[in-house]
Structures are given as structure tokens and as C-alpha cells.
């Protein structure tokens, strides 16, 4: 059984950064895609980033040139990096894995994290 274990988030100023990381353990293959997914109180959730097999990536126009997704596939995770976060940031990140060989980020996602909530505000 898959599972992926989220670390990272809390609360920071206008400005800031934060990382979260998504480590996955179990699982029995090495190719997977993953992306991070957050939902604010009262919006649809939204596909911030992923990243492909390949180590494509891939960003929303909200985030586009702040945040950073990569991964270390030695150790099974993958990392989101923040910068210049804003008050609509705020929301709970969630990490989502898709088993197999991508070369452009999946619409589905079979395992996710527990979520992770980031708050920003001064």
C-alpha cells in the first residue's frame, strides 16, 4: 500500500517562503507522476504543480515563477518550494501520486497525502 506522507506548511507573512514534501513509501514501482493540489475554504481545488516521470513540470498560472516542484527519486519525494507567498496562497496542499510512465502530468491522481494547511498572513 502506497502511502505519502506530507511535511512542511504553517503560517508565514506576505513575502515568504515555505517547503513541503511529500515522502511515498510502499511503493512497487519507481515511475509515477506527482502533483500538488491545494483547496482554499469555499474554492474548487486546483492543481498548483506537477511533475512527470521524465521530470517535466508543470504550474499554474497562479504560481507560475514562485513555486519550484522537484523530486529526488532516490528518496522517494517530492518537494514543492514557495516563494513570495501571498494571502491567496493560503489554503491545505495535498500531494497526489499517479503510478506509471508519464511524460505530461496526469488528470488523475490514485494516491494522496493527508494535506498539509499553509496559512499567509501578517
Known amino acids: 500500500e502506497v502511502q505519502l506522507v506530507q511535511s512542511g506548511g504553517g503560517l508565514v507573512q506576505p513575502g515568504g517562503s515555505l517547503r513541503l514534501s511529500c515522502v511515498a513509501s510502499?511503493?512497487?514501482?519507481?515511475?509515477?507522476?506527482t502533483a500538488w493540489f491545494r483547496q482554499a475554504p469555499g474554492k474548487d481545488r486546483e492543481r498548483v504543480s506537477c511533475?512527470?516521470?521524465?521530470?517535466?513540470?508543470d504550474y499554474s498560472d497562479s504560481v507560475k515563477g514562485r513555486f519550484t516542484i522537484s523530486r529526488d527519486n532516490a528518496q522517494n519525494t517530492v518537494h514543492l518550494q514557495m516563494y513570495d507567498l501571498k494571502p491567496d496562497d493560503t489554503a491545505v496542499y495535498y500531494c497526489?501520486?499517479?503510478?506509471?510512465?508519464?511524460?505530461?502530468?496526469?488528470?488523475?491522481?490514485?494516491?494522496w497525502g493527508q494535506g498539509t494547511q499553509v496559512t499567509v498572513s501578517s
Open positions: 497526489a501520486h499517479e503510478p506509471g510512465t508519464w511524460n505530461w502530468c496526469p488528470d488523475a491522481y490514485k494516491d
Open positions: 510502499g511503493l512497487p514501482f519507481v515511475d509515477y507522476a
Open positions: 511533475i512527470t516521470t521524465t521530470g517535466i513540470s
